[in-house]
């Protein structure tokens, strides 16, 4: 029998599906039925480099972040909110090792999926390739909006934007976490802080 918890979580996932396409209920009992429920806490691993991705996740709460290593230094590159998947989609179609980590940056509750399940449904559910693809799409739009953003905007005009679409990043990812998200040194930050908060 499943716990309250997890009714309350596979809930939250079939509202989301039906609010991208109309699925049925039994689609999403045979979707529900591939996945399990999995807490991350503050900076456990979803994937670390040097390992094969053979799960994908969907976030009904908390906050992950994608990161490199290099020279001992994090590079942060994304962060995925609440309602985003989870994954590193080269590896599962190449079979090489991720070359990057993600992790939790606070407790996160995930529904995740075993690729090899993916790959089943995707056979039984046309509705659900067509939504895999509706995701992949949105990705990579916003990969592309983002790169803009990193010609057109200035550092400051891409922190305020930043911060006005997740406030909630303020507070909970430390401020070296979200400079080296901008592509910028933490010092340089403090100082657009300080001259925002000036200008208030």
Partial sequence: MLGLK??????YLS??????????EAEILVI??????????KGERFIAKGEVN?????????LMRLFYVKDEKEF????????????NLQSVHTGEPSLYYIEAVIKTELLVFENTSMNQLFDEINRLERYARLMVESSFIQLIQE????ILLTVEEQYL???DAHPELIGTV???????FLNIEPGSLSRIRKRLSKNT
Wanted: charged share 20%; net charge positive.
């Fill in 32 to 41: 529900s039925s591939k996945m399990f429920r999995k807490v991350y806490n």
């Fill in 147 to 150: 790169k803009a953003n990193r």
């Fill in 6 to 11: 997890k009714i309350q979580v596979f809930h």
């Fill in 15 to 24: 509202e989301h599906l039906k609010q991208v396409l109309p699925f049925t």
């Fill in 174 to 180: 430390p401020l070296k976490q979200i400079a080296s």
């Fill in 54 to 62: 053979t799960q994908s996740g969907f976030i009904c709460n908390g």
């Fill in 76 to 87: 942060t590159v994304k962060y995925f909110y609440k309602d985003s998947w989870v994954g």
């Fill in 161 to 163: 934007q930043l911060i």
